[in-house]
């Protein structure tokens, strides 16, 4: 069996790698890697060296954004490359699994349990995307490996203080991989803790430190020092710190009557590239903002009949004047997009500029020192939040310790992790709740929202009937049901410790599925849906595998039983596996499939001479992706523009005109050379 074992792992991971160097870049990746990872090439994104402690929006998944970071800065920028984090994570993802499985008593269901846990094709899309789901579901199966040693230690009353450790790291460093398995990691954390109050409660009592063993014990203070260090750098992204770094500023135009200005349009751009109007002051010639938010640039458009009455340009920026004639200066881009004309800004129309590369592009900047100062508020109230519950955590410990509730050495195990998960999620977590990130999700209920789209997801498009989802669901609760049913006739027969190992993998999901719930209620947050609770599968998984395994110790009957779920369900999954593998497209992203053929496509062109290439925002990340890895000078912008464009990507039936130079039957996309 160590050798069918061995075989399937390696198909599965040469499996997920040929995915990795094949499938096209996907929109999150390409989006996270021209954000966080190439800060090379100039963009609208907030690039630069600390670019990976930028928590503007949700898309940084730290740990695996800093190690695509080290691998592109070893491997260059190719898809295999950038999604190696992601192949490491499924190397442990295996690896930890079949030493999970290892507990189970019947070879066959254990080699049933492995298969199952890599039979799932939406499950596989992520050890081979350049995203953090995949690397946390690597680091959650060691967690629950840990969880599962740390229980299996309960009956004899010890607990060994490694074991809680590396349960404990693990999911800390899942929750940096994804932010969605931070429910997961409270659901560990309360099983260890409640593990830990039994095994003191059965075992021995604590032993009594002394003085010389305590001050032996002390190490180097990693987790102040951490602190200290990456919550200022998380902060100093932050280009909402405060509306204090941005001065106000105002635009005229001279020279147009009333009329002529009411149809004038002034748009401010900020970090992100996004426009929006600025509103004119009534009965005057000018548009002005208060100065609360960051711009990087000033547009006019103005049709042109209009324009050729504008006589002077005037822009105040906080304590600067600037007056420019259209004609002869510089200080503004023309040119015109049909029947308007548009004046943007250049380098030149700026207050003083940053010396921090986060914010050297932004026109209408207060001052370094001022930055400097609110940094160091911010970083302050941070570091009092998180110093005030580190001595909460003291306090109580010392409580729980002197009245033998839990020993000394496991209290400052847990309560170091708690300190260490608060450092490094906290101030990420409120940034994005304040910058109305933790959008993704449903509203309609855990069972309709999480549940249902994960086994939605899971038939990767497929539709075998009709009712696929009712049944896959009906079966689902099956389990449960003959659980529930095992462990009454364990707990009877006194023989609870047999059921232990499912006992405690129900328990996860059950805590996690009540979080969810509490989470919603109390702070109206959303579900999670497809991939962010993508932990429900495996933790699903490992749970029906231990049922199946109480099922065949139970006798005769429940082998065959337990023995027959096990090879149906693999039966079912390799049909399924067999239906949806592909080296083609992701199912979270299919629309992505294409861009990387519509490039290569495009690169012929592109020899003759540079090209402008239009796209739909949806294709813009993944076509910026791989025009930066080609050596042809091909320049993507978003449709649509005022610029003139060579060609266009899109939708088939977003055609009207132009001359069709490929089309992609699979994405239903086309590639069309535009007239002039």
Sequence with gaps: MKYVTATACVFFFCFVALRAARVSFTYDEAAAFIRYIDTSTPSIFNTNLLSIFNFEVATNHFLNTALTKVSYVIGGATEFGLRMPNLIGYALYLGFAALILRRVSSPLIALAGLLLLNLNPYVLDFFALSRGYGLSLGLLMGAVLFALRIVEQLPAGRLDTRDLSWALAAACAAVMANFAMLNVYLSLLVLVITTALFTRRAGRPPVQHTERTVRRSRTFPWWPLTAVIFIPLVLSQDTALSPSLYEPFVVRLIGLDDNALNRARVLRIDNRGRESLVGRNAGSAGWSSNGRSYVRGLRIELPREDAEGVTRIEAVIG??????????????????????????????????????????????????????????????????????????????????????????????????????????????LYLLKRNSELYFGGTRGLVADTFASLIENSFYGRIYRHSQGTIALAALVGILFIFVVLLAFAYRRHRVSSVMSAFSLFAILAIVSVSLVAQRLLFGTVYLVGRTALFYIPLFVLFSIFVCDILARAGRIGRIVSSSLAVAAVGLSIFHFSQTANLRYVHDWKEDASTKSMMEDLQPFAAAGPVTLGVPPVFAPVAAYYARRTAAPIEVVVVPTTRSIDFLYLEDRGVHAGDIVSRYPFTHTLLVRVSH
């Design 319 to 428: 304590a600067r004047a600037f007056s420019f004639d259209p004609r002869l200066t510089h200080a503004w881009v023309m040119h015109d997009a049909g029947e308007t004309r548009v004046f943007e800004s250049t380098a030149s129309l700026s207050d003083r500029r940053s010396r921090v590369s986060t914010f050297r592009s932004v026109i209408n900047w207060t001052g370094d020192r001022i930055y400097a100062i609110r940094l160091t508020i911010a970083s302050t109230v941070a570091l009092a939040v998180l110093a005030l519950c580190a001595l909460v955590l003291r306090l109580v410990g010392r409580i729980v310790v002197r009245a033998h509730i839990i020993g000394r050495r496991e209290w400052r195990t847990l309560s170091s992790s708690v300190l260490w998960a608060a450092t490094l999620a906290g101030t990420p």
